[in-house]
C-alpha cells in the first residue's frame, strides 16, 4: 500500500526503523526476562530527537505530525513493545501539558519533557476507578493558591521512573464529569510516594506500579484545563494514547506476519516448505489482510485526528479497538504457525503474544470502548 509518505515522514519512519534494529530489538529480550526499565532504548530515542516529536518546535518539540508518530510507534514497537509504550505514554501526558497548562508551565517543562529529560506518565487509574474514569476518588481540595491532594492509584506506566504525572483528581463532589481535573505533579512533591509494582504477563519492562498522594501540597498553577474541566484535557491525551496503542499493536502484527512468511520458506515437513500447505497459505493470507486493514484505518484516523471535530475521537477508538483485537488473532495465527519452536523463547512471538495481550486492556478496554463508539453511533451521547 503507497501511503504517499511526505519526505519527512519518510525520514521519521527511516529513523524509528534503524533504532528498532539496532537499538531496541537486541534489548528487547533482557528488558523482557528482567523487566528492567528500558532507559537505554529511551536514550537512543532522545538522541534521535524522538522524544518531543508531537511538541511543537516553540517548546522545542520535532512539531511532527499524528501521522508520523504512529509511523515512528509502529517501527519501535517491531523492536521493544515496551519502550514503545514508555515512549506513548510520555508523549501522551506531555501533550496533557501543551493542551490544558500555562504559557509559563509550558515553557519551563516541555523543553525539558523533548529532550527526554525527564519522563511523563499518566495517572488516571485507581483500585476502584479503571474503564469508568468518572468513578475517580483522589481527591484535589481547594486550599488557598494550593491544592491537597489525596488518594492513591494503580497499573502506572513509569510509576517509578518518571518525573511528572498527569494526575486525574476530584476537585468538587459534582457527579460526571465536572467534578474531575487534570494536575501536573511533580514527584518530589511531599507526600506523593510509589508503591507496589506489578508482575504482569506482559509488558514487563513498563514499571507497572502503584501512586499514592498523601496531603501533596500541588500549586495551582499546575491545573491543566480549568478547575473541573480533565475531560478536554483526558481526550486530547486519549487520542495520542489511543494511536500510539494501536501503532504498537500494527508494529507486533507486522512482525509477526514477516516471521510466518519466512518460517513458510524455510520450514520443511513431509518434504516440502511449510509455505506450501493451503493450510497455512490461508493463515499468512488472513494475517496479510489483517495487517493491511489495521494500518489503512489507523493511517487515517492518524489523519483524521490531525484536525479534531469537538467531542470524542471516534477515529482513534476505532483504530486502537480494531488493530488490538486484531494483533490478538495475528499473534495467535503466527504462535501456532511456528509450532512448539513459536512458543518457545527463542523466538519473539510468545512475547509478543503476551505483549499485546495487555493492549486490548489499557486506554480503555474493548468492551466500554464498543459501548461508547455504538452509542456515539447511535447518537445517545449527549
Ligand atoms: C499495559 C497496561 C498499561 C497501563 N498503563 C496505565 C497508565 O499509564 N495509566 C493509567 O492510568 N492506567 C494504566 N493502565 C490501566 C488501564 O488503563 C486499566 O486497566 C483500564 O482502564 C481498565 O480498568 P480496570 O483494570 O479497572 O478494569 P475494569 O474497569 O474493572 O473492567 C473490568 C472488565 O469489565 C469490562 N467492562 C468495563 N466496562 C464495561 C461495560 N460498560 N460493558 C461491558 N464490560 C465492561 C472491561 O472491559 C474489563 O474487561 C494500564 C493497563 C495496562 C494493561
Known sequence: MDFNLTEQQKMIQDTAKDLSLLELSSRAVDTDNTGLFPWDALRALAEADLMGMLLPPAYGGGGADLLSYVIAVEELAKG?????LVFVTHLAAAHGVLVGGSEELKKELLPVLAQGKRLAAWAATEANAGSNVLAVETSAKSDGNNYIVNGSKVYITSAEEAEYYVTVARTSPAPGPTG????LINKETAGFST?????RMGMNGTSSG???FNDCKVDKKNLLGKEGGYMPVGMAMATIGLLGVAAIALGVSQASLDLCLKYGKERVINGQPLGN?????FLVSEMSVAVDATRALLYSAAVAQQNPQPGLPIAAFKAKLFATETA???TD???QMHGGTGYTKELPLERYYRDVRGLTLHFSPTEPLKETLGKALMGLLP
Open 333 to 335: 495465527k503466527a504462535l
Open 80 to 84: 521493544c513493545t515496551n519502550t514503545a
Open 180 to 183: 474531575l481535573s487534570a494536575l
Open 210 to 212: 502503584e501512586l499514592f
Open 195 to 199: 508503591g507496589r509494582r506489578f508482575l
Open 277 to 281: 500447505y493451503q493450510g497455512v497459505q
Open 328 to 330: 490478538l488473532q495475528v
